[in-house]
């Protein structure tokens, strides 16, 4: 596809990440590139300009984490046409990792200039949709320690996770798939369309982002001895072996839970009905990294 500079917008979320705007609107004029840049200052900003402004503009380029580009994914199912990459600017950063984004600012616009694509699965969830993975249970009880939290990276999501290992609850959950229904108490539910939460903390080392089906993951209580252990199995991508772990693959299901919360893309939802869940194959296009 044919790309030129004039045809890509930078969209900044000023509240997300460790790159200041200034950082990366400096390494947007140096780049020697006449590219345009907008920066949104909440979510109703972001919304109007999809309205307004990004419909003039093949690529649109998220500078955020996974929270920015899952507000990005009701849009791109509304303007097929648009093509969508991410400068990685978040906290875990989970679907750039796998896409291979990387904060490499002149890299990222090479390959927009390049002009090569490739189609991603979304999931849609009720009325929202998740790119990365979505779940319900202790990842969405972390999730929602982290959203009220004042200060964010690594190092806060690790807290949160040790303060939900001695806190959270598994959860009573009934899965139908199809006319099969798989009933259980659950450490947690995870709905993966690529492989990682984020920070290279992978949960489901064998889903693809493209494949048409999502990689449903069943985690059982684990003795709390044990954690370190499935950290461990979680950053080195063998989780896939732990006796505490099924995997299942599907592409609908309907899930009912007494969890409190779920989330899409780390983002924290109230869960007050139950989950349909679809999946939309390659409905929307990204730029492809080299």
Known sequence: MQIESRDILFVINP??????????????????????????????????LWVSKVIDYKVVVICGGDGSVNCTLKHLVANKDI????????????????????ADLGNLISNILRGEIRKVDLAKIN????????????????????????????????YCTIKGLFSFKPISVEIFLG????????????????????????????????????????????????????????????FKNSKYMTYLRASEMIIKSNSKTYHVDGEPRLMTEDLNITLEKQSVKVIKMN
């Open 15 to 48: 509240n997300s990440g460790t790159q200041k705007p200034e950082t990366i609107i400096n390494g947007i004029k140096k780049s020697g590139h006449d590219i345009d840049y907008i920066l949104t200052q909440n979510l109703k900003e972001f919304d109007e």
């Open 83 to 102: 093509i969508f990459a991410v400068l990685p600017n978040g906290s875990g950063n989970g679907f750039a990792r796998e896409l291979g984004f990387t």
């Open 127 to 158: 009325d929202d949709y998740s790119i990365n993975v979505a779940g319900l249970g202790f990842d969405s009880y972390v999730a929602s320690l982290f959203e009220g939290s004042k200060f964010r990276g690594l190092k806060k999501y690790i």
């Open 179 to 238: 006319q099969v229904k798989l009933t259980g108490k659950f450490w947690g539910v995870y709905l993966a369309n690529t492989r990682q939460f984020g920070n290279n903390a992978i949960i489901a080392p064998e889903a693809k982002y493209d494949d048409g089906l999502l990689e449903i993951v069943l985690m059982k209580k684990y003795p709390l001895l044990l954690a370190p252990f499935v950290v461990y199995k979680m950053f080195t991508g063998k």
